[in-house]
Nanobody, 117 residues
Framework: QVQLVESGGGLVQPGGSLKLSCTASGFTFSRYHMSWYRQAPGKERELVAFINSAGVSVNYADSVKGRFTISRHSDKNTVYLQMNSLKPEDTAVYFC??????????WGQGTQVTVSS
């Protein structure tokens, strides 16, 4: 059974930090590219950060470059998103995505991040 379980969301003040985790099970984590997406109320889901299966190539949305860092730990089957200097516009539900061989595509249930004073 494939599962992606996100954690680490919550309420934080502007300028603060959060670290999201996504733990995978039910598939070969090392063969999958991993991404974080987010969806704010009334907006489309957008790609925030990507890391390839080998963990050597990363990409970020322009809006988070220099503030967010994506990483993965193969031994723990986990991908992380370190978020620093958070802004109110970062408020959204954050989703973990795994994309792998033969078009396989899995999503987590999402974790809420709220940036507010």
């Amino acid at each position: 059974q494939v599962q992606l379980v996100e954690s680490g969301g919550g309420l934080v003040q502007p300028g603060g930090s959060l670290k999201l985790s996504c733990t995978a099970s039910g598939f070969t984590f090392s063969r999958y590219h991993m991404s974080w997406y987010r969806q704010a109320p009334g907006k489309e889901r957008e790609l925030v950060a990507f890391i390839n299966s080998a963990g050597v190539s990363v990409n970020y949305a322009d809006s988070v470059k220099g503030r967010f860092t994506i990483s993965r730990h193969s031994d723990k089957n986990t991908v992380y998103l370190q978020m620093n200097s958070l802004k109110p516009e970062d408020t959204a539900v954050y989703f973990c995505n795994a994309r792998g061989p033969l078009g396989s595509d899995y999503w987590g249930q999402g974790t809420q991040v709220t940036v507010s004073s």
